[in-house]
């Protein structure tokens, strides 16, 4: 009778310690299927003293601009600097035949919209028209040995050349003492190159962020329509013209010259290159409605032949450099177009100046952030399965 107790109470003893193995193994399986989750610890608090050096670092230098000059010898140390300085020096090495082709093509394609585009930026500056060919030759001139970037436009702008010539005319007359003005403006141009330079070493770039867009939107669309104002006086071929730039001097000056003072010859040749500007912005605009028209033709080819029809367009953005309001509001109307034929519209390999310009008229939200990929291939890849799926 103890025998067979001991002997029960040994095979109830067996089965438990095997179940406890077996859900041992059972929860050891189960963690090892599960995935892993890598916890990000809390940093450790910085003082006061320390996370201000971090923060002004982060803001004045965050590309770490000395990195390349670490850990070289004195020698290095010189060359890289001059190639800092002169960054020609680095590239003029890789410089050939072929890039010089491109540049000369580049170059006469600029010069026809420069040449005629800083005559123009001259006068709103009240001053004559070779000083704005000037203006436009020698920055980037100087730039090309200096200068960093290929995409950057280095030049006179209508903005300042407008606010320039504004302000002068208040203190001398650009007509009856135009060698006084001239002086006063290379004078104020000095300064404000000056202050640009000062800005540039300090690394200062970082306040423009504290402009709101809001800011940035009114004062460029009220420069625009002042600057619009300002060429009725060449427009119209007024010679005697208001100094001040509100609107009701301005139309006051140009109504009460209507009988007399206007210059049919003048109004000719500008509505004539005001018609060929309208003309090349609706050639742009062309250029969307025929890939409207493409896709529609494609679907049609494709539902005779009974094959699957088009769901995704994916557009190469790495050609656009950069992209303004008419660009955005084309992207949108090419976004609608598609979306009325149940089309998605796709952006592959945008730039970071495209990108901010995206995220600034929220059309990252209207498309979709993820709609927007960084290589074609990523973009194609995430379209692919999507195709699939809906195949099954």
């Known amino acids: 009778m103890g025998a067979v107790g001991h002997s029960a109470d040994e095979e109830q003893e067996k089965n438990e310690t095997e179940m406890d193995i077996r859900s041992f193994s059972s929860s050891h399986r189960q963690t090892q299927n599960a995935p892993y989750i890598h916890k990000v ?7 006061l003293l320390k996370e201000l050096t971090t923060t002004v670092k982060e803001t004045f230098f965050a590309d770490d601009p000395l990195r390349h000059f670490k850990d ?7 060359i890289l600097g001059i190639q800092a300085v002169f960054p020609i020096f680095e590239w003029g090495r ?12 580049a170059g006469l394609t600029i010069a026809s919209l420069c040449i005629p585009q800083d005559i123009g930026y001259a006068k709103l500056a009240n001053l004559d028209g070779q000083y704005g060919l000037y ?23 209508a903005v300042v050349s407008l606010l320039l010539g504004t302000l002068l005319q208040n203190e001398i007359d650009p007509i009856k003492n135009a060698k006084e003005y001239r002086r006063l403006a290379f004078t104020a141009t000095f300064f404000a190159g000056l202050t640009q330079a000062t800005l540039g070493i300090f690394r200062l770039g970082f306040l423009i962020d504290f ?13 625009a329509i002042t600057i619009a104002l300002q060429q009725l006086k060449g427009f119209l071929g007024i010679k005697t013209f208001t100094k001040k730039t509100d609107i009701v001097h301005v139309m006051h000056s140009v109504f009460s010259t209507a009988n007399h003072g206007w210059n049919w010859q003048t109004i000719v040749i500008g509505l004539s290159f005001l018609s060929f500007l309208l003309f090349a ?17 494609e679907e049609e080819e494709l539902q005779a032949n009974y094959q699957p029809t088009i769901q995704f367009v994916i557009v ?4 656009v450099t950069d992209i303004d309001t008419s660009g955005i509001h084309a992207l949108e109307d ?13 952006l592959a390999n945008p730039g970071p100046v495209v990108i901010d310009k995206l995220h600034a008229s929220n059309f990252h939200n209207v498309i979709g952030e993820d709609h927007i990929f960084l290589t074609v291939a990523d973009a194609v890849s995430s379209c692919s399965p999507k195709l699939a799926e809906e195949d099954v």
């Open 41 to 47: 610890g809390v940093p450790p608090k910085q003082n």
């Open 72 to 78: 070289q010898p004195k020698s290095k140390k010189i």
């Open 94 to 105: 890789k410089y050939n035949l072929t890039k010089l082709r491109g540049d000369i093509i």
């Open 135 to 157: 203006s436009s030759f020698v920055p980037p001139l100087i730039y090309a040995f200096m200068g960093s970037s290929r995409d950057i436009a280095i030049g006179p702008v």
């Open 211 to 223: 402009l709101s867009h809001a800011a940035i939107v009114g004062f460029m669309g009220g420069a």
């Open 281 to 297: 912005k609706y050639i742009t605009s062309k250029v969307f409605r025929l890939i409207l028209r493409w896709v529609t033709d």
């Open 316 to 319: 190469e953005m790495s050609p």
């Open 334 to 346: 090419l976004y609608k177009g598609l979306q009325k034929r149940g089309i998605q519209l796709i």
